[in-house]
């Protein structure tokens, strides 16, 4: 446990190339095409921001069994949605587990791979589709210095290292679970919604130069780590997880956000 006290968590994003129009066979099957689904992250902002393409959102949520997000942090995710998207024909979760793989530690490729076996939602008509991966394991990319949270890794799909959120949640000096969750899912959201300058863009001068694709408001969901552990109680210091800040808010708006 007492390493704990020296690591920082952070979320992170990993771009995954994108699909070409050479992929279209290997893409489309049964009537439905994973393309739009398989794009940077980012490129899909205004898509989930504004209603003008799609007029409703769907989330997969899969994760492995016993590691299921609680119903606290699935709420203050679809009230995220709800405050930042135009969705009139509404937001709909599913939920569904699947079995261990047996494995401690994941690329990403390996969660990407988890996806093209078990994702069931893709775009269809005026729904847009966001995939969510729980995961029982680790990120290959922690070390005794960082530990990743969450990573967005394509226009449309997010993984949530749920055993480690778990491993630094509901101990004493810790955050509540369902908050921590909940920060990670909407930060990573987040990044789907192209924040920060990755999809859409800035309205003023606030990306954190340090850490690219970051909000350089320390109190902003898109501020770039949550520092651990007394510092993420400080960061997480409500009832609700952080929201993002008056700059965050205001590039959102202007790429079809509410
Ligand atoms: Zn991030
Ligand atoms: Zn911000």
Same mark, same amino acid.
């Given at each position: 446990?007492?390493? %704990? ?8 994003? @990993? ?18 095409? %994973?393309?739009?689904? *398989?794009?940077?992250?980012? $490129? =899909? ?41 135009? %969705?009139? /024909? ?7 587990? @699947?079995? =261990? ?12 791979? @988890? /996806?093209?076996?078990? &994702? ?17 394991? *680790? $990120?290959? *990319? ?9 990573? !967005?890794? &394509? ?10 959120? &778990? ?9 509540? +679970? ?34 690219? +694709? ?15 552990? =007394? ?7 409500? =009832? ?8 965050? @808010? !205001?590039?959102? +708006?202007?790429?079809?956000? %509410?």
């Amino acid at each position: 446990m007492k390493y %704990k006290i020296l690591v920082t968590l952070i979320f992170t994003l @990993i771009i995954l190339q994108s699909c070409s129009k050479d992929d279209d066979i290997n893409n489309v099957a049964n009537g439905i095409n %994973k393309i739009g689904n *398989k794009q940077t992250t980012g $490129s =899909s902002a205004n898509d989930i921001l504004s209603d003008t393409k799609f007029k409703s959102i769907i989330i997969e949520m899969v994760y492995v069994e016993g590691f299921e997000p609680t119903a606290n942090a699935i709420d203050s995710f679809k009230n995220f949605i709800s405050t930042t998207c135009n %969705k009139p /024909e509404g937001i709909t979760v599913i939920k569904k587990s @699947i079995p =261990s793989l047996g494995d401690t530690e994941y690329t990403i490729e390996e969660i990407a791979d @988890i /996806e093209e076996t078990n &994702r069931t939602k893709y775009n269809n008509g005026q729904q847009i589709a966001i995939w969510i991966f729980f995961a029982d394991g *680790k $990120s290959d *990319k922690d070390d005794n210095v960082t530990v990743v949270l969450g990573t !967005a890794y &394509r226009n449309t799909s997010f993984v949530i290292f749920e055993e480690t959120v &778990r491993s630094f949640s509901n101990s004493p000096f810790e955050p509540n +679970r369902s908050l921590l969750e909940a920060t990670v899912i909407n930060h990573e959201f987040g990044h789907l919604l192209g924040l920060t300058n990755f999809g859409t863009d800035l309205q003023s001068p606030h990306e954190d130069p340090e850490h690219p +694709r970051h909000c350089n408001a320390a109190s902003c969901l898109m501020y770039w780590e949550a520092v651990s552990p =007394s510092g993420l109680n400080g960061f997480l210091n409500g =009832s609700s997880p952080p929201q993002l800040d008056a700059q965050c @808010i !205001a590039d959102l +708006r202007a790429n079809g956000g %509410k």
